[in-house]
């Protein structure tokens, strides 16, 4: 019998002793490769009872059981380091990137609220929110330093908001500005989600959108994942508590979970979203399986899913 | 603070009215996961916290501990190594082959494989002891925390494959993973089955005992290789 270990090629006889014995050099970067090799398809495997320790030391592999231990311990740590050094598929810059957003969502929302209470106490006629009233702060600061031509120059007048002076305005008008950034790092973002979801998952893409495809992908944990997963919990993806719920046996189960965002089943009618989500999820299965496993973009997907809910809408009626 | 051994190499504190379980440190000086250095007479004990560790849980419910200082180790889930920097403190003229299947957890235990000379890190999936095969070597102790649905099974063929005969095998059952909505009584009582009671598997049930309050709904096993 011929079997390998770690360090060396081996024939073994029938009774178990060893017949030949072919030992590696002890080049540890050599060492470690031969075990990924090895790892990813194991063939030729020791017997049970096979002890490698003495079996390495007598064909003359290592001197002694500290060096064969020592050799071992560098040769697996190499392996290692190499393996997690590939592991990294391009899938992870997306899940980061989605991640990213929506932290920005988290840390925009409150410095949004904050702008929006301070600079009302100042201004309350201005009756914008969010991303407008951080733009139009950070351009035009307190309401006394509006420019003559601006729509609100006449409501800045007449104002019933706290007097702030040049002091107040230089912090408010820093504070805007970097919420603003803020604002435009998001777009810089999803534009950088929308560009690579074309290439890594076009499918997806296609028929979920940039934003939903990535999301479940960043959710599922990766493009391969998703692609292993059946289409029913693609469907309740993001409703777990829903789904937990419903599986312990107190409630009905869950239509939908992340896959409501998508405008085919926000924009129906709550008695059609059941079959809708349904169809849906199947769809975005396949889709991400094709891109998972060939790449290519192929339109019949989303063809075959656009019949269905012309079906599924002809019926309802 | 007064040092009592409590099984070969494992260790007790005390303070006050107070208990600690500790193993003395194999790298002098150094933390791996933040936990408490405490130095008696010359020596350095690292603290071992229950509510962290499966493992010493399972020996302050009273398991016995098969370890000794030279015990061949399978440590199956590894994860980012805290428990198994423990046991490689226990088996200090020993090895620890420690199997991880997750890259990024594995990225936090190298640094301490790099520490201590005894333990050998392995990214490989435990449900495969093909893939390892030609590097473990065969072993005295098998540990296996591994919290995946087919549990025993993926236990059951590493014993075959790894385990000398007279071996332990240390397990702890995580019934949550295993099946989160049926009563953990019902999946212990199954996973039990499916570990001991196959033909030819020569297994033998030492003890087993309930981790909580350590840990919920966990159940610690000792099971012994007869031949």
Redesign the interface.
């Known amino acids: 019998m011929n079997?390998?270990?770690?360090f060396a090629d081996i024939e073994i006889n029938e009774d178990g002793s060893v017949a030949d014995c072919r030992p590696c050099s002890q080049d540890v970067q050599q060492l470690a490769e031969r075990?990924l090799v090895?790892?990813?398809d194991?063939k030729q495997?020791?017997p049970?009872?096979?002890?490698?320790?003495q079996n390495a030391i007598e064909c003359g592999f290592a001197a002694g059981e500290t060096e064969y231990?020592?050799l071992?311990?560098q040769t697996?740590?190499a392996?290692?380091?190499l393996?997690?050094k590939n592991?990294y598929s391009p899938d992870l810059r997306i899940i980061h990137a989605v991640e990213a957003l929506d932290d920005i969502d988290e840390a925009a929302n409150l410095l949004a609220e904050r702008l929006g209470i301070w600079y009302g106490e100042h201004f309350p006629e201005a009756g914008m929110l969010t991303e407008n009233l951080a733009k139009f702060v950070a351009e035009n600061g307190l309401r006394q330093d509006l420019q003559q031509d601006s729509q609100f120059h006449e409501a800045a007048r007449s104002s019933v908001g706290m007097e702030m002076d040049a002091e107040d305005g230089a912090i408010i008008k820093a504070f805007a500005a970097d919420l603003t950034s803020l604002y435009e790092r998001r777009h810089v973002i999803e534009a950088y989600i929308h560009k690579n979801m074309k290439q890594l998952a076009p499918n997806l893409d296609e028929v979920a959108g940039a934003n939903l495809g990535a999301r479940l992908i960043s959710m599922a944990g990766g493009l391969q994942s998703l692609s292993r997963m059946p289409s029913s919990t693609i469907q309740v993806m993001g409703a777990n508590q829903a789904l937990?719920k419903h599986?312990?046996g107190k409630a009905s189960s869950p239509k939908h979970g992340i896959i409501f965002n998508h405008p085919l089943i926000k924009n129906s009618h709550p008695k059609i979203r059941g079959k809708m989500a349904r169809a849906l999820a199947s769809s975005l299965s396949i889709a991400s399986r094709v891109d998972a496993f060939s790449g290519q973009l192929n339109p019949t997907i989303k063809e075959k899913l656009d019949r269905k809910v012309r079906s599924i809408k002809g019926g309802s009626k | 603070m007064k040092v009592k051994t409590f099984h070969e190499y494992i260790f007790t504190l005390q303070q006050g009215k107070k208990r600690f379980l500790a193993t003395r440190n194999l790298s002098p000086g150094s933390q791996v996961y933040g936990e408490r250095l405490v130095q008696v007479e010359q020596a350095e004990y690292r603290i071992w916290e229950p509510k962290r560790s499966k493992l010493a849980a399972m020996l302050l419910k009273k398991l016995p501990s098969p370890f000794t200082t030279t015990s061949k180790v399978l440590y199956l889930g590894s994860a980012t190594g805290t428990t198994v920097s423990h046991v490689s403190d226990i088996v200090h003229q020993g090895?620890v082959y420690a199997v991880e299947f997750s890259?990024r957890t594995?990225?936090d235990m190298?640094p301490i494989?790099?520490e201590r000379?005894?333990?050998?890190?392995?990214?490989?999936d435990a449900s495969?002891p093909?893939?390892?095969?030609?590097?473990v070597?065969?072993v005295d102790v098998i540990f296996q925390d591994v919290a995946q649905p087919d549990q025993a099974s993926i236990a059951l063929s590493n014993v075959?494959?790894?385990l000398k005969p007279g071996g332990y095998l240390l397990m702890s059952i995580k019934a949550r993973s295993v099946d989160?909505?049926a009563k953990p009584d019902t999946v212990f009582k199954q996973q039990l089955i499916t570990l001991l009671e196959q033909d030819n598997s020569k297994l033998e049930l030492v003890k087993k005992q309930k981790l909580a309050p350590f840990h919920i709904d966990h159940l610690g096993v000792v099971v012994k290789k007869t031949e």
Not at chain 1, 48 to 53: E, I, K, Q, S, T
């Open positions: 079997v390998k270990t770690w075990l090895f790892q990813a194991p495997i020791p049970a009872r096979f002890d490698p320790v231990y020592s071992l311990q697996c740590i392996a290692t380091r393996k997690i592991s937990f599986l312990r | 090895v890259p594995m990225r190298l494989c790099e000379p005894n333990i050998i890190p392995l990214l490989a495969k093909q893939s390892y095969a030609n590097v070597e065969p075959q494959h790894f989160s909505t």
